[in-house]
T-cell receptor
């Protein structure tokens, strides 16, 4: 069964600190992996999208890594800011016979404290 | 360029009623996907439309239906509402129905069923 699991479920860190969020998946056949940021009460916003051949991708203070062998991805946030408080969702795309399927993780709720 | 718009933003209905939600994609986008998000749950995929045709469908009962018009605007209908249908309904648009296309989300419609 295609699944995406994220950890931790929630995380509280102080402003200015770094943090790393994890995403493990059992999705086959794999197409790509995406990270989204979702502020409370709003729609998700895309941070990165990574294909099989990409190991690292950055978007400002956000750096995503992908290990396709171990089926793991991480999202590293550097020098956190209060505005980083949000849920971060990992989404893996699987290729079907005639279409594709997006499998969404439950997200990690990140709280940045001043 | 205007983003994805969803109307209404908030809706309160009672059990047994039906509801129609509307989504206007980004200009030029031809794919529209619908998701249901409940507290503590990941996004649950409802369906995707591309060029007025349903391309993908999630595991939701037949009470949930949708359609897409020639201008790419999409509507989602839920009949015979149940308490469990209370959720944030998100619409996302993308250029095409490709596996690597970035989805852009609207702000969502918050549906409360009493």
């Amino acid at each position: 069964k295609n699944q995406v699991e994220q950890s931790p479920q929630s995380l509280i860190i102080l402003e200015g600190k770094n943090c790393t969020l994890q995403c493990n998946y059992t999705v086959s056949p794999f197409s790509n992996l995406r990270w989204y940021k979702q502020d409370t009460g709003r729609g998700p916003v895309s941070l990165t999208i990574m294909t099989f051949s990409e190991n690292t991708k950055s978007n400002g203070r956000y750096t995503a890594t992908l290990d396709a062998d171990t089926k793991q991805s991480s999202l590293h946030i550097t020098a956190s800011q209060l505005s980083d408080s949000a849920s971060y969702i990992c989404v893996v795309s699987a290729i079907g016979d005639s279409n594709y399927q997006l499998i969404w993780g439950a997200g990690t709720k990140l709280i940045i404290k001043p | 360029k205007a983003g994805v718009t969803q109307t209404p933003r908030y809706l309160i209905k009672t059990r047994g009623q039906q509801v129609t939600l509307s989504c206007s994609p980004i200009s030029g986008h031809r794919s529209v996907s619908w998701y249901q998000q409940t507290p503590g749950q990941g996004l649950q995929f409802l369906f995707e439309y591309f060029s007025e045709t349903q391309r993908n469908k999630g595991n939701f009962p037949g009470r949930f239906s949708g359609r897409q018009f020639s201008n790419s605007r999409s509507e989602m209908n839920v009949s015979t509402l149940e308490l469990g249908d209370s959720a944030l309904y998100l619409c996302a648009s993308s250029l095409s129905s490709g596996r690597t296309d970035t989805q852009y989300f609207g702000p969502g419609t918050r549906l409360t069923v009493l």
